[in-house]
């Protein structure tokens, strides 16, 4: 039964600890300019693949983390959905819009901007991943804050009215 996921309800389900990978997975090898274009991707309305998910009570002896991200323990009263298809568009996405695992260390493709002075090219993407020295305020928006009203405010503070 397919059902539609939301980057919201990804999210909430891998910090919930219900969505987790299998350790048969391989480890998260997606480079940043991958991860940007699937940011464009995703900000054009374009199909980015499906993903596929196995629900079960059973929980596996070996898990991976996503990424340099430790997930929780789900409650065992409820079924796991262990990730089989789509670990790196998952992790990619967790990665970019996540605000509630601090890493010491964050990695570049986790840093996606949205460029605000880039032309609007269907083949040409408008999102980048910056290194904190090369971000330029009036010029590349940190998506990463798109789902915490209270970052996304402080990002968006010294904007006018049109920009936001």
């Known amino acids: 039964m397919a059902e539609p996921l939301n980057i919201r309800k990804i999210i909430q389900e891998l910090l919930a600890g ?66 089989l298809d789509g670990q790196q568009r998952i992790t990619s996405i967790f990665g970019v819009f996540q605000t509630e695992i601090a890493l010491i260390n964050k990695p570049l493709w986790a840093k996606v901007y949205y460029d605000m002075k880039a032309s609007e090219n269907a083949q040409e993407s408008s999102f980048t991943a910056l290194d904190d020295a090369e971000v330029i305020k009036a010029q590349y928006f940190p998506i990463g804050c798109l789902f915490d009203p209270v970052l996304y405010r402080k990002q968006t503070k010294d904007f006018d009215d049109p920009t936001i």
């Open 18 to 83: 219900r969505m987790r990978v299998p350790n048969f997975q391989r480890g998260f090898v997606w480079d940043p300019e991958r991860v940007a274009y699937l940011m464009d991707s995703i900000y054009k309305g374009y199909p980015v693949g499906s993903i596929l998910l196995w629900r079960t009570k059973q929980e596996l002896t070996h898990e991976r983390d996503l990424g340099p991200f430790h997930l929780p323990q789900n409650d065992p009263e409820y079924p796991t959905d262990y990730i």
